[in-house]
């Protein structure tokens, strides 16, 4: 993505969440995803996006993880500086599937308000 793309990226998260969020376009550090969010050891919010995100996809994994900031208040990881790929997804356990349900929930009452409302 163009960095003015990440920027504009940036400036929804902030919108919808309320929060300052950094965006980069980066291959997340816990294997086989689309998408992380998770906060520094400073108190950075981060989002993370693989450049390998189908197109359709894209807007709902956006969505999906600007949901997580502004639902959920993260600990601060090392995570941002992990290497790409390299962390294990963590087991599924109940509060990690009804943190994940919540997202998928907010991500796409965002998305159908987006359908809605844009005209392109
Ligand atoms: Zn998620």
Known sequence: MH???LKLISLLANHLTGKSILVRE??????????????TEG???????????????RLYVILHEIAHHKRHNFLAT?????KPGTLEQEPSTLHSRLSEGGANMQ????QAWAEQHAQV
């Open 26 to 39: 980066r291959e997340p550090a816990t294997a086989n995803t689309w998408g992380e969010a998770h906060k």
């Open 78 to 82: 090392k995570v941002y500086k992990a």
């Open 107 to 110: 991500a796409a009452e965002w």
């Open 3 to 5: 960095i003015s793309t």
């Open 43 to 57: 108190g950075q919010l981060v989002i993370d996006l693989s450049p390998k995100i189908p197109d359709h996809k």
